[in-house]
């Protein structure tokens, strides 16, 4: 039981639940309205979607295990009480499962291309499972190149989604594609919309986690924003983007209420709005590794709050 409660804290299975809650979120509340329009006469059909949701799922625990692989003297340092690997499962039985989770997520996303007569799926989620390798092996200690690569790789979530559905059901639809042009237009910005929020959202939280492990980091030679620039200039440059964050909101809130979305407003600055003024404020006065796991620890609450928002494009579509 241990073992198995050892590899779940390994795969960081809150994580993937959360992957597999956004990309099904996405799926309903983007999607549903949309294939219930055309008829669900979809080439990119519900059984295809949930081996999708499988495969990423799947990558993604191939990328934490090989970070944890690589992270190992890191770890020993930055939090040596929550080390799994060679504490508790052998260094080696992690590349064994590594190896395994990507080649499957690889063959399941190939299995899908030969259902849905595509030919770009199991290419990409190699590339991502390539990216990931790099990421843990070398990527993450050089200069900002790491948190931009995480923080593509989170969009990628939805993108995935999207390209999915769009490229090989939307697209092809040509003769339905004039009655619901408008919103098929919709579901294209609002795609690339919560891509966006991913996108930053993620990029704040990994300079958020730079600054709690920058111990450990400096220690073994990498090179992250605060080791860089300092933490003084990693917090303006954190504060900055959670200030573009939420100055983006607060105009989408604004589109909102001229549509009468209200309880997708008050939604919004409880949940997202409002704990991101006051990430602001505590970022300002965080001093040691405990106050930035905190706000790392809010910054992922405010992604689940930001992506629980598409349940309002369900209700009022």
Request: charged share 15%; with cysteine; hydrophobic share 55%.
């Amino acid at each position: 039981m241990k073992l198995v409660t050892a590899f779940f804290r390994l795969i960081r299975w809150p994580n993937l639940v959360f992957i597999a809650v956004t990309q099904f979120l996405f799926y309903y509340c983007m999607i549903g309205p949309l294939n219930h329009l055309t008829g669900g006469q979809w080439i990119f059909d519900t059984q295809n979607f949930l081996l999708l949701i499988v495969a990423s799922v799947l990558i993604a625990a191939a990328g934490y295990i090989i970070n944890d692989y690589f992270d190992l003297n890191i770890d020993r340092v930055n939090k040596p009480d929550k080390m799994v690997v060679e504490k508790i499962i052998k260094r080696r039985w992690t590349i064994v499962w590594h190896i395994a989770l990507s080649l499957l997520g690889v063959l399941l996303s190939a299995y899908i291309d030969i259902r849905a007569h595509s030919f770009w799926l199991a290419f990409a989620n190699f590339l991502c499972v390539m990216l990931l390798f790099g990421y843990s092996a070398s990527l993450k200690k050089k200069f900002l190149v790491g948190n931009v690569l995480i923080s593509m790789l989170t969009a990628w979530v939805i993108i995935v989604v999207f390209m999915s559905f769009y490229f090989r059901g939307v697209y092809r639809q040509w003769g339905t594609y004039a009655v619901i042009e408008s919103y098929i237009n919709r579901f294209i910005k609002l795609s690339f919309l919560y891509a966006a929020f991913a996108f930053i959202i993620s990029l704040i939280r990994e300079v958020i986690k730079d600054m709690e492990d920058m111990e450990g980091d400096e220690k073994y030679g990498c090179k992250t924003m605060p080791i860089v620039w300092g933490v003084p200039a990693t917090k303006v440059f954190t504060a900055v983007w959670i200030m573009v964050l939420i100055g983006a909101l607060v105009i989408l809130q604004f589109y909102a209420l001229h549509l009468h979305w209200w309880w997708s407003v008050v939604y919004s600055l409880l949940t997202v709005t409002t704990p991101l003024l006051w990430i602001l404020r505590k970022l300002y006065l965080a001093k040691i590794p405990k106050d930035y796991h905190q706000l790392s620890t809010a910054v992922k609450m405010v992604m689940l709050g930001g992506i629980l928002s598409m349940i309002f494009f369900r209700l009022y579509s």
